[in-house]
């Protein structure tokens, strides 16, 4: 069972024989997942050695240190509570969640690692990726990391990066891929389909009005959307999946200002779901948001996304 802390780590779990690793992993990616599937391996291993009391624990911060340092608009991928459902999937024990404020960005790396490391979590052993760095502007670097925990004997492991056709799986390669709308791409790095939680929300029918309606969505202002157009997916409610064609957008022939996102759903024959929680996965953008002439053109593209999208998922 996965616990989180967001102050300090209780004694009970600082007796222990605590792997360690840290950073936003801001995407959760296949880089990040094979670092905790590391950490798992690490801990069975470890078990099976005769070491009993054996701890895996993620350092990771929130905000983000970009949306403080750098970038006050910063986009996420998903909610902390959304990270949370997801790293419980990683067999990890604990998730230290350190609130990132200027204060904290303005600490050295030594004292990070006194501090956070040694003191606090008093790690045993700590996995991390070449690119890691801590304290501030990043000046511990992993040979500092190497150096300074060598003297604790503490054993520093690194993991290479993982590769989607020889190209190094980021956080910024995947984002710039969905704010390309190159979802399928995105989700070859993410090794999951980009989505969106939310609830169902009153729009304004007009979806229902053209013969198609829709569930207005929900989301989160600071949640990364992929690009204004059509979308094939699957809408996902009371445990229940169903094929969707999605729009993300302002509604152009309609002159809407707004960005929404809607989902029809062709196969659904119940009730009304207002104030539902769903998710909806996104696989593949179909085409650009377009604003039409006249509704009969729109009506009649709108039938043709629907034909395209139930070939391409069915």
Do not use: W
Not at 92 to 112: M, P, Q, T
Not at 144 to 152: A, D, G
């Amino acid at each position: 069972m996965l616990k989180i802390y967001r102050k300090s780590i209780p004694e009970s779990f600082q007796s222990s024989y605590n792997i360690l690793t840290l950073g936003s992993f801001d995407t959760l990616h296949l880089g990040h997942q094979s670092i905790l599937e590391r950490l798992s391996d690490r801990k069975d291993e470890l078990r099976e050695k005769g070491v009993k009391k054996v701890n895996t624990i993620l350092l990771t911060f929130y905000p983000n240190p970009k949306k403080i340092i750098t970038d006050p608009n910063y986009k996420y991928l998903f909610s902390l509570n959304e990270k949370v459902d997801i790293l419980k999937k990683f067999n990890l024990n604990l998730l230290y969640l350190v609130k990132f404020d200027l204060a904290l960005s303005k600490i050295g790396a030594e004292e990070f690692v006194n501090n956070f490391l040694l003191t606090k979590a008093n790690i045993a052993e700590l996995f991390i990726g070449p690119d890691a760095a801590v304290g501030h502007k990043r000046e511990g670097d992993v040979d500092f990391l190497q150096t300074m925990l060598r003297k604790r004997e503490i054993p520093v492991n690194l993991i290479d990066f993982k590769k989607e056709n020889n190209k190094k799986i980021s956080t910024r390669n995947i984002k710039a891929l969905i704010a390309d709308g190159k979802l399928e791409e995105a989700k070859k790095q993410l090794g999951r389909d980009y989505n969106i939680i939310g609830r169902v929300v009153t729009g304004d029918s007009r979806g229902k009005s053209l013969g198609f309606p829709t569930a207005n969505i929900s989301y989160n202002k600071n949640k990364l959307l992929p690009p204004n157009g059509i979308y094939s997916g699957f809408f996902y409610l009371n445990g229940k999946k169903y094929l969707a064609a999605c729009n993300i957008g302002i509604s152009p022939t309609f002159t809407g200002e707004v960005t929404r996102v809607e989902a029809h759903l062709p196969d659904y024959k119940g009730t009304d779901f207002y104030g539902s929680k769903v998710e909806l996965k996104l696989t593949k953008k179909i085409r650009d948001e377009v604003k039409y002439t006249n509704i009969e053109d729109l009506k009649r593209q709108i039938e043709l996304d629907i034909k395209i999208i139930k070939e391409s998922l069915t």
